[in-house]
Nanobody
Framework: QVQLVESGGGLVQAGGSLRLSCAVS????????MGWFRQAPGKEREFVAG????????YYADSVKGRFTISRDNAKNTVYLQMNSLKPEDTAVYYC?????????????????WGQGTQVTVSS
């Protein structure tokens, strides 16, 4: 079993920054590609960013390219999401997820394990 715990969410003004962390326990962290998703009220869960098992490849939703950066530290079993130039439309619950199905997966159904989510609120 794999457990994921997100942290780092909060309230920030537009233009500000936040760094989310996701600590992973259980099976070998480096066996999983990781992703960040978000879900706003009344909307479907959407892909934000992903990173390959080694950390050598990253991929992003068009809406966050150039503003968000995903990274991972396999020694610390942690994946991060640095969010800069935040906008009110970034407000959502952010989830990290792990997949054993390889990289470049952007559909939630392709991910095996999920965290409980952390709220990010961006005020205008």
């Amino acid at each position: 079993q794999v457990q994921l715990v997100e942290s780092g969410g909060g309230l920030v003004q537009a233009g500000g920054s936040l760094r989310l962390s996701c600590a992973v326990s259980g099976r070998t962290f480096s066996s999983y590609a990781m992703g960040w998703f978000r879900q706003a009220p009344g909307k479907e869960r959407e892909f934000v960013a992903g990173i390959a098992r080694s950390g050598g490849s990253t991929y992003y939703a068009d809406s966050v390219k150039g503003r968000f950066t995903i990274s991972r530290d396999n020694a610390k079993n942690t994946v991060y999401l640095q969010m800069n130039s935040l906008k009110p439309e970034d407000t959502a619950v952010y989830y990290c997820a792990a997949t054993s199905r390889g990289s470049y997966n952007t559909q939630p159904s392709r991910y095996n394990y999920w965290g409980q989510g952390t709220q990010v609120t961006v005020s205008s």
